[in-house]
């Protein structure tokens, strides 16, 4: 009964190909996103989802799009790989309650693009 | 840049040691404020929260206490274990529906 679940694990890849990482959360909540953590361990975020929508896009490359085909799963697809995309990246979802936000991660996929 | 401002490491201590990592925030208003651990091979889990000033957040045997005097949420715990060993990311929201990560702080505790 995991709550956040990305797959695959880990993405081993050539420079140029495209590539897509899954995630589904079962917590029944409204806001997804993904973030990428660079080897030292800098957690950035990319984009956040709410309810099917696309509400924050930090300035990602176009290479990256997101789809959300429902509010319980938000894909990542990378087109054209480079090398400055390897990296550890997580998905996550958020529980808002009152006022209150807490977040729930997956255990993130680890991307190694040569 | 980052609003959320975590002190260097690695931290490396001893078992029982008592563990101090600093946190400060820039912000304004008055976001939630949170500390996530993360262990290694895994994603980022919530270890505690506090949503106003003077709040405590506990978990674990870890604390943090909401400062808005001196914009901090700095993680304490009395006696760590080996088992502590991870990396403790603070962050606060900004906004809805956006958080602000600092840069994390590995900790290492030694037997």
């Known amino acids: 009964d995991t709550a956040v679940s990305q797959t695959p694990k880990y993405l081993v890849t050539q420079m140029g190909n495209d590539k897509s990482i899954k995630c589904e959360q079962n917590?029944?909540?409204?806001?997804m996103y993904w973030y990428k953590q660079d080897s030292k361990k800098f957690l950035k975020i990319m984009f956040s989802?709410?309810?099917?929508?696309?509400?924050i896009n930090e300035t990602v490359p176009n290479r990256f799009s997101p789809k959300s085909p429902d509010k319980a799963h938000l894909n990542l697809h990378i087109n054209s790989l480079e090398l400055g995309d390897s990296a550890v990246y997580f998905c996550?979802?958020?529980?808002?309650?009152?006022?209150?936000?807490?977040?729930?991660f997956g255990p993130g996929t680890r991307l190694l693009v040569l | 840049g980052n609003s959320v401002t975590q002190m260097e490491g690695p931290v490396t201590l001893s078992e029982e040691a008592f563990l101090t990592i600093n946190c400060t925030y820039t912000?304004?208003?008055?976001?939630?404020l949170f500390w996530y651990v993360q262990y290694p091979g895994e994603g980022l889990q919530l270890l505690l929260k506090?949503?106003?000033?003077?709040d405590k957040g506990s978990n674990k045997g870890f604390e943090a206490t909401y400062r808005k005097e001196t914009t901090s949420f700095h993680l304490e715990k009395g006696s760590v274990q080996v088992s502590d060993s991870a990396v403790y990311f603070c962050?606060?929201?900004?906004?809805?529906?956006?958080?602000?990560f600092g840069t994390g702080t590995r900790l290492k505790v030694l037997a």
């Open positions: 996550a979802s958020t529980e808002l309650a009152g006022d209150q936000e807490t977040q729930y």
């Open positions: 917590l029944g909540h409204d806001t």
């Open positions: 989802y709410n309810n099917k929508e696309l509400i």
């Open positions: 912000a304004t208003g008055y976001p939630s």
């Open positions: 506090a949503t106003k000033a003077d």
């Open positions: 962050a606060r929201t900004s906004g809805t529906y956006k958080y602000i």
